[in-house]
């Protein structure tokens, strides 16, 4: 499936506000928002595999757990998690793991929060990056080298 | 739907290492003061809550390590905790030779009741406060966060306000010559303007922030931090009107009373739980400052309204120790064994990743070091508690040696953290 948009990183929560309609359409919806390499995570999923074979049978990459999609045009990166880590062990794995990314490949992780203090590295390395918070107070990375 | 995205967020929002630092060490060279004051005054001097050398002493402590580590750490946690940047950085040399200046003449003046010092020091702490707090305060409030810590920030950045004013007030009172009707009840609103609306507030609000951050610890409910917020607050008005209206020792303690139990039983309890449930419990001697700070709490408290039903003079002066560098002060010590190296990382390692071998966070401090500066510390703070209840001369002289000797290893191992990380070089 072609994407239009230009969102790199997108973190959803149907739950706030609660809206009415079909969950497919909604997340369909916000992910044609995205960017070739961008990830909408979408979290307070009804039915959250449902949702993601039908966005699969949309030509979208998605998975599920737990009431929450990740949904990309192209094919989703593995998503490292590393909120067991204390700091600075998320910081130092994202900026580990950037040096050897392949131009154009996404580096998708989980921190227990908002990294500010990673940003004037990713900027210094000439990184694409995206931060958002999820519900939880942790927050999802993308990390990217440019071409 | 929602979105969390936080797009536009500047990437460049800290503070050059130096600024901070500079800070943490100048505090470090307090402690080590503090030590050689009492070590040189000894018991004879130091036995009296009214004297000039207990005074001196405890605001070597109060200002020299307190409030010249939280100007550092300001610095440093408001573009964290807030996105946004004190401005004018560079104006934190000026502020540190200030404050540093205007500490040792305030000192001097206590230590020799010398009315022209006294004014010096007012002079100089007005101005060492101005360069900080009008910088930090247009950054906090511009930034409008609207997280608790933010706002116990806020309420930091006003009772170190308050506490100055009347800081500055009682200083050129002094100076002036004579002592007013209100003396007493003044130094009590004081104390404890600085010791709850100051670092109380400043205390809690670093704690829900920190703690989660470096054990992986869950967050204090927001309504617990909104009560305690509120309950500091409303300490930090009530102190300032007991003080405006010269109203006797009792109302100040009726007035502190909201603070003291926030700052010293209910925020201790929710923190002590947080840490004691942690999901990954990885040994860290850090935690041994939490606990030491966490158990002092209550005992402040205790000695807080003990101070009001025995005229016993050992009181006050234990209250004070207790407070200042068993409560607050191990508090500091150990944040500063985790800050310090962490921000070193930041600034010198963290460009080097995955491009040359770079030391970690225990690397630069060893946790080996950081549980021999707590013994360090609980041995000087043991002493000092001794010191204060028995008034014994050796003690207060071993005191201060063991000060001292806590004071040389921090600082020691605070250089050895700056000198083992690389210098830094761009990717």
Not at chain 2, 70 to 77: H, I, S, T
Request: net charge positive; aromatic share 8%.
């Amino acid at each position: 499936m072609r994407s239009s948009g230009t969102a790199r990183l997108l973190v959803i929560d149907l739950r706030a506000p609660r809206r009415e309609g079909d969950p497919t359409a909604q997340v369909a919806a916000a992910a044609e928002r995205l960017q070739a390499s961008g990830v909408l995570e979408v979290h307070g999923v009804p039915d959250a595999e449902a949702v993601a074979a039908a966005l699969r049978a949309r030509g979208l990459s998605a998975d599920a757990e737990a009431g929450t999609v990740r949904v990309s045009p192209s094919p989703l990166p593995p998503v490292e998690e590393l909120t067991g880590l204390e700091p600075p062990g998320p910081a130092e794995r994202i900026l580990d793991a950037l040096t050897r990314l392949e131009p154009g490949a996404v580096f998708l992780a989980v921190t227990p929060r908002y990294p500010r203090m990673l940003l004037p590295h990713l900027a210094q390395r000439g990184a694409q990056w995206e931060i958002a918070e999820r519900p939880d107070g942790t927050a999802l990375v993308w990390v990217s080298k440019p071409r | 739907m929602s979105t969390f995205n936080m797009a536009g967020l500047r990437p460049d929002q800290g503070p050059p290492l130096f600024v901070p630092l500079s800070f943490f060490f100048a505090a470090t060279a307090a402690i080590a003061a503090a030590g050689a004051l009492a070590a040189a005054f000894g018991g004879a001097n130091l036995g009296s809550l009214w004297s000039g050398p207990t005074v001196a002493l405890v605001h070597v402590g109060t200002v020299g390590l307190l409030m010249l580590t939280m100007m550092g750490a300001l610095y440093q946690l408001l573009p964290v905790v807030a996105g946004a940047r004190v401005p004018l950085p560079r104006l934190a040399h000026l502020t540190l030779a200030l404050m540093a200046a205007g500490t040792g003449a305030l000192v001097f003046a206590q230590a020799t009741f010398d009315a022209q010092a006294f004014l010096v020091a007012a002079a100089l702490l007005t101005a060492g406060l101005c360069t900080f707090w009008f910088p930090a305060a247009w950054a906090l409030w511009r930034a409008g966060a609207a997280t608790r810590v933010a706002s116990g920030l806020r309420l930091a950045l006003m009772g170190l306000l308050a506490v100055a004013l009347v800081g500055l007030h009682l200083s050129y009172a002094r100076g002036r010559g004579g002592l007013p009707n209100a003396w007493v009840s003044w130094r009590f609103a004081h104390a404890h303007l600085g010791l709850l609306g100051w670092v109380g507030a400043l205390i809690s609000a670093v704690s829900w922030q920190v703690v989660p951050m470096f054990y992986l610890a869950k967050e204090v409910p927001q309504a617990a931090q909104r009560a305690i917020t509120i309950a500091l607050g409303v300490t930090l008005g009530a102190l300032l009107s007991v003080y405006a209206f010269g109203l006797p020792q009792l109302a100040v303690a009726f007035a502190a009373l909201p603070g003291a139990v926030a700052a010293w039983l209910v925020n201790p309890a929710l923190i002590a739980r947080t840490i004691w449930t942690r999901k990954r419990r990885r040994k860290d001697s850090s935690l041994l400052f939490w606990w030491l700070s966490l158990g002092s709490a209550p005992v402040c408290l205790g000695l807080g309204v003990a101070t009001l039903v025995t005229n016993h003079p050992a009181v006050p002066i234990l209250y004070g120790m207790v407070a200042l560098w068993g409560w607050a002060g191990a508090l500091v010590h150990g944040m500063l064994t985790r800050i310090v190296p962490f921000l070193v990382w930041f600034h010198r390692c963290a460009p080097r990743v995955g491009l040359a071998e770079v030391p970690s966070m225990k690397d630069l401090f060893p946790d080996r070091a950081v549980a021999l500066g707590f013994w360090l510390h609980a041995a000087s703070l043991a002493l000092g508690v001794a010191a204060a209840a028995l008034g014994a001369d050796l003690l207060w002289r071993a005191f201060g040696v063991a000060l001292v000797a806590t004071a040389g290893h921090l600082g020691a191992r605070l250089v050895m953290t700056v000198v083992r990380a690389p210098r830094a070089r761009t990717a």
